[in-house]
């Protein structure tokens, strides 16, 4: 076995874990605008030619405006999928029951959250930053997929938090500490969160053959596809923020938003499929799988 995770200590270890959204960020808190809010690592602001050093700095509050409402989007179809998976076998193992029920409540913990941070920001950013949307459609169109593969894709997403925090602390100490701590509480919960998709990805594996396999892959990259166009779309919108804030068309826009769009391919994608433990329950499932993935892991770099 690769991994020993089971319902049980999953659970045990999650109620351990757990906290309460004022620990992260009362209703009534600021965030600090006269800093980044996102590490460096993956919004990439600091690398963007042609901006002076706050111009850089607003783009990377636009990214966390993005960040913020990207998180939304996704635990917002991802709430369902996993009250879906726990559904049917609500009289069957009592901890994975429960574990589910509480991966489900914890998901929707953070959709609060998200939202109370997106309130802050709101409040005090000078200009609209328009999103890609609306959830609801989006989640539909991931959700009409085989819930295998969009077990992988929620799978990816939980490691790749673990990625965002290590990030966050490793970069500079220069962000607002309160985004920092954002990506810290929110990794706490989705490592174990990880484990339980981990389960959940096998037991929809099982009894697949390589070929079926090979299908799900393919609606995995259907997936990806369609987030990596919300992203390209999204990055438009960022830099339509960036304009209205600075006051001034970028003359450079096309170099900026090929930059900015690989940054959140790397944010909400790369730094996924790239992930150890990921790719380790890949190649358990099919090394044929692993390798496709892997092959397609450089695009989103
Ligand atoms: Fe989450
Ligand atoms: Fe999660």
Redesign the pocket.
Known sequence: MYHDFNFKSTLASSLRAQWELDDVLREDQELDFSRNMMPESLARTAAVPGLTADEQRVLNQIAAHEYLSMFGIV?EF?LPFVLDQARPELRGDDWRVRALLN?AG??AK?IHLFKRFHAAFVRRFPVECQVIGPSEAIGAEILRHDPFAVSLV?LM??WM?QQHYLGSIKDDGDIDPLFKSLMKF?WM??A???KL?TLIVEALAEGRTEEQIDKAIDEFFEIGAFLDDGLKQQTIFNLDALEKVIGRKLENREEIEAQQHQAGRWTFIGSGMVHERFKATLKQLSPRAAARIAEAAPLFA
């Open positions: 635990e991802l991966f914890e998901e953070h929620i997403i939980e938090t929110h919960e989705e174990q969160h990880a998709d």
